[in-house]
């Protein structure tokens, strides 16, 4: 019962003390995008990124800009824009639970996560989480929500029914959008931007096991099914890090296209996806071999908002523009643009 209380202390002081007076009352007016937004009233301008969620049903796409303040539904059905949410100013990462019932977005100049209802797109809580809010990461039975945040250097661990925190860890430096679980969920995985590392987590007890560090400029990070070894996207380096888990160590470092942001595993694992910001490109590294097998071009600026299909026969690639393409998974041709 201490250990609860204090964390929902220390959330509530992190919300006060990091947040204008003014910040969680500003409403950007309808339609405008962030650059419109005074800078005063964004938290953290400087830092940009994108976001994409796919519902399990595939059915609809969610995406963001921490540019722009809205974020766009997707009928991936139509291909055509079902809604537009207003009212953000530096969207960070969007997920969905398990059941897809619902999704989650971080926005880091707010200082909150809004649970949205998938069906009705209606908002049903605010989580109050401080700003600075990054990345997130959800437990596979959907009760278990994690955040980083880059602001305060904690990651504070929340139940996803009532948006309350049952610990705010510390010790972290400036964690952003990478957090991942490990595959049976005893491990959060969280990557530090400032020290170029990954920091463990023990989700019994929420607490700090260990770290792993030599990344250059780390990026998103992907886990393979077994919990045996972590891929990081290098952007610093034009690189993708091959991470042992037991023995916290780099074992490989494979080159790829230039400033990658992304590290995705197929849903099978033998095959990695890497999105190159710099030269508009994705690298796709066959996991047996750790070689790259193909570099798919064309794109806009892609990052680490890479999502596939369960079936595994398709990639959708979010570009700079917050426009969707879905790839082909053989021959990496155009199947779709959503825009």
């Not at 139509?78 to 999704?103: A, C, V």
């Not at 931007?193 to 030599?214: A, C, P, R, Y």
């Not at 047996?288 to 990639?315: H, M, Y």
Request: glycine content about 8%.
């Amino acid at each position: 019962m201490q250990k609860h209380a204090l964390a929902v202390l220390i959330t509530s002081l992190l919300t006060l003390s990091f947040s204008p007076s003014t910040l969680a009352n500003v409403v950007p007016v309808a339609g405008c995008s962030a650059k419109a937004v005074a800078d005063n009233q964004r938290f953290d301008a400087q830092i940009r990124n994108n976001t994409l969620a796919i519902s399990p049903d595939e059915k609809i796409a969610v995406v963001a800009n921490s540019e722009r303040s809205e974020i766009i539904i997707y009928d991936l059905t139509t291909g055509k824009i079902r809604e537009t949410l207003q009212g953000y100013l530096t969207p960070r990462n969007i997920l969905f639970s398990p059941d897809g019932d619902y999704f989650y977005i971080s926005d880091s100049s707010l200082g909150k996560i809004s649970k949205i209802e998938t069906a009705t797109l209606k908002n049903t809580l605010n989580i109050a989480a401080g700003p600075g809010v990054f990345g997130t990461a959800i437990s596979k039975d959907g009760k278990s929500l994690y955040a980083n945040n880059q602001a305060s250097s904690t990651v504070s661990h929340f139940s996803s029914e009532y948006g309350i925190a049952s610990a705010v860890i510390q010790g972290f430096s400036q964690p952003r959008q990478g957090v991942k679980l490990s595959p049976d969920g005893k491990l959060l995985l969280v990557t530090n931007f400032v020290g170029d590392k990954i920091t463990l987590v023990d989700t019994n007890s929420d607490s700090i096991v260990g770290e792993i560090t030599g990344f250059n400029k780390i990026r998103a990070i992907s886990i393979t099914a077994d919990g045996k070894t972590v891929f990081a996207a290098n952007s610093g380096s034009d690189s993708i890090a091959v991470v042992d888990v037991a023995t916290r160590k780099i074992v490989k470092t494979i080159a790829v296209g230039k400033e990658p942001y992304g590290a995705a595993l197929t849903p099978d694992g033998k095959f990695l996806y890497s999105g190159n910001l710099a030269d508009n490109s994705l690298s796709v590294i066959d996991v047996a071999s750790l070689a790259v097998t193909k570099t798919v071009t064309g794109l806009n600026g892609p990052r680490q908002a890479i999502a596939f299909s369960k079936d595994n026969q398709s990639v959708w690639v979010l570009n700079a523009d917050l426009s969707l393409v879905q790839l082909d998974r053989q021959s990496h041709s155009t199947l779709k643009t959503v825009q």
